[in-house]
C-alpha cells in the first residue's frame, strides 16, 4: 500500500511540477544536481532534466546514442524518507516514464562503497531493459547529500558497464 501511495504521490507531483515550469534541462538541470552533491560528471553524459517540487530533486543524465543514464534523487531532511523510499519512488518514475528505461533487476549483490567520505551499502545488479530486449547493469548507491537522504542510480547495458568509470564517478563525490 505505501508503494501505491508513494508512487501515487510522485505522479502527482511529477504533474504539478510540469504545470508549474518546476521541471529544468539542461545546464539549468545540472546546476540542480550540485545542490545533491557535487561530482565528475562522466565523459559523454549531459543533464537531461531537473525538478524541484517541495524540496524534493529529481536530475536525470544520460549519455548520446547509448542506452546509458544515471539519476539523483534527494528529499529535504524534514521528510523523514529512507533511501529505500527513494530508490522505490525513482524506480517507480523511471518505470512511469520512458518504458526503455526501466530495469527489472533479478540478480543483485551488496557492496560495500565509499561516496563524500560516507561509507555506505551499494546494491549492484543486473536484469533486463528495452521491454527485455537488452542485459543491463545497475548500481544504486544511497548517500547524505547536501540537503538530505540522496540516491544516485546509474544503469547501462551489460556490454557498455566500465567498472572503473563507474568506481571513478563514485570516487569525485564531494
Known sequence: ?????????????????????????????????????????????TADFGMDVGGMLMIGYNRANTNSHFFLIQAPESAGVTTAQLEQSLRDAIASGESSSAIETTDTEEIPVTIRGEEV????????????????????????????PALLLYQTDEAEWDQAEVDAFLASFR
Open 121 to 148: 551499502t551499494a546494491t549492484v545488479g543486473t536484469g533486463t531493459g528495452g521491454n527485455g530486449s537488452r542485459s543491463v547493469r545497475v548500481i544504486t548507491v544511497p548517500f547524505t547529500g547536501n540537503g538530505g
Open 1 to 45: 500500500m505505501k508503494r501505491i501511495a508513494m508512487f501515487g504521490l510522485l505522479l502527482l507531483l511529477a504533474a504539478l511540477t510540469a504545470a508549474c515550469g518546476m521541471v529544468t534541462t539542461g545546464e539549468e538541470a545540472g546546476a540542480k544536481a550540485g545542490e545533491i552533491a557535487e561530482f565528475d560528471v562522466p565523459e559523454g553524459f
